[in-house]
């Protein structure tokens, strides 16, 4: 690819996607063109056009207005006649000069030298992280792939994440639907991901994939942190222990009893529900882990044990 480049093969490039290093380029040329005045002769030929058309406009205003002297007409007139002919051969020639059709887009885009600048420093950071390189992680051929992104700062967190999603949840859509689990993504700390909008990859995921075999599992510390979206599709919820503070909350946006939650124990018990086919309002349970040292306190439910039993299988 750095070859095509080198020889300047461009066309042969359109067989690849770009790269954060080609945004990176279009990002530095788009900034000097700011600075120096434009990469492209449309721009000028454009921008003298608006202005003849803005002078244009004010002669006829005042051309329209009444109590004109002769001599002042006439001096409007020519004046007048004099700005259309100048405007006519500025618009013919932005006619002319015409290359790439899109420099009142750029102009829009690209007003800013300091939000492009720091858009560019953005890019550059997002690069040096080395998310987007080409070599992939050394995985291999492990089932189980662990990815490691505490170093990164939460907007790096988050372009990381919804695109290794988005990449996963194409894949599968590509292999078809499946009537199993073919994929499992497991979200830790996931209320930094979550957010209330329907094309958020996460919760397009948990309306959408699971006919295609793809799951997904998202840890944190409290119920407020997940969207709607998920809470109304998820097939099991665990709560490992909530402070006391988000109790009525989970009660209300999880149809829990209070007392579940007054029973949960860390790492002894905790309260799952299950989402079965065909049962419409599963309640929850508590679960024990640690029979010997919860089962008094709850009253010693043998169903409940054989529950975790079960669920440990």
Request: with cysteine.
């Amino acid at each position: 690819r750095e070859q095509l480049i080198q020889r300047r093969q461009y066309q042969a490039l359109k067989q690849y996607y770009p790269t954060i290093s080609d945004l990176i380029s279009y990002a530095e040329r788009k900034l000097k063109a700011l600075y120096l005045g434009s990469d492209s002769i449309e721009i000028p030929a454009l921008e003298k056009v608006n202005r003849l058309a803005a002078s244009l406009a004010r002669l006829s205003t005042k051309y329209r207005q009444p109590n004109h002297d002769d001599e002042a007409l006439s001096r409007l007139e020519q004046q007048f006649s004099t700005a259309k002919n100048k405007a006519i051969d500025a618009y013919a020639d932005y006619i002319s000069r015409i290359d790439t059709g899109r420099v009142i887009n750029d102009i829009s885009k690209y007003n800013s030298r300091d939000v492009l600048q720091s858009v560019l420093e953005r890019i550059q950071l997002l690069n040096a992280s080395g998310i987007f390189q080409s070599n992939p992680p050394p995985f291999n051929n492990a089932r189980v792939r662990c990815y490691q992104i505490k170093s990164l700062s939460d907007d790096e967190q988050r372009v990381f994440v919804y695109s290794r999603l988005e990449e996963i949840f194409r894949r599968r859509k590509d292999a078809g639907t499946s009537h199993d689990v073919q994929h499992v993504v497991v979200l830790d700390e996931a209320h930094k991901f979550f957010t209330d909008s329907p094309e958020n990859i996460v919760n397009v995921i948990a309306k959408e994939a699971r006919k295609f075999g793809l799951s997904q599992w998202c840890a944190s510390q409290s119920p407020t942190h997940f969207s709607d979206d998920f809470l109304t599709n998820v097939g099991a919820t665990i709560l490992l222990g909530i402070h006391s503070s988000y109790w009525d909350l989970a009660c209300r946006r999880l149809r829990i009893d209070a007392k579940i939650l007054q029973f949960i124990k860390p790492q002894k018990v905790a309260a799952i529900n299950l989402q079965k086919k065909g049962d419409m309002e599963p309640r929850f349970q508590n679960v024990i882990f640690d029979d010997n040292s919860a089962a008094n306190q709850i009253g010693g439910r043998s169903d409940r044990a054989a529950y975790a039993g079960h669920l440990g299988n």
